[in-house]
């Protein structure tokens, strides 16, 4: 075990809402390309949108990833209106759990599949708790692997965001 420390490379205090995005998207694309390379789902092409919500709940999007030559075919499914986004966000939840809890409720398409992905993310700084609440949604491939890369993208934004927050606030 190596006793020196290295340090974050990264200036999280000037951070963008953007570029937080942009590596949560990093991360996201590079689990994408391993599952594609290990065929373990049925296409290439993903559409990735993430963003927050702000105090009065209204979603702000703060990035969006095609990957693939199809990707854009894929746009309508990750709406915020009416697609995996718009359940999650309306119900505070997963887009598959708004599936499974309120069903035939649910509109017929986009609203229904799995990809939207609705999640709190929370720092204890030297000013106390704090908590961002962070959505998005992914689609192209088997809704359970848009998940899983949103899942990625997401908390890999929660982890940087959480760094940010303790950079400029201090630690708790």
Known sequence: MSTSATLPIVDFKNLTDEAIADYGMDAGAALFAWLVSKGLVNGDSLALQVGCLDDEAIWWQFGRRFIGDDAHTFVGNIGSGDGKLAAALKYK??????????????????????????????????????????????????????QAVMYTVITTMVGIWACKMQALHGKG
Do not use: C, L, N
């Open 93 to 146: 939840k997963d887009s598959v759990e708004v599936y499974q809890i309120h069903g035939d409720v649910i509109p017929e398409g986009p609203m229904r599949y799995t990809g939207g992905v609705y999640f709190v993310g929370r720092v204890k700084t030297a000013k106390g708790w704090m908590e961002r609440i962070f959505a998005g949604a992914a689609s192209g491939v088997q809704g359970h692997f848009d």
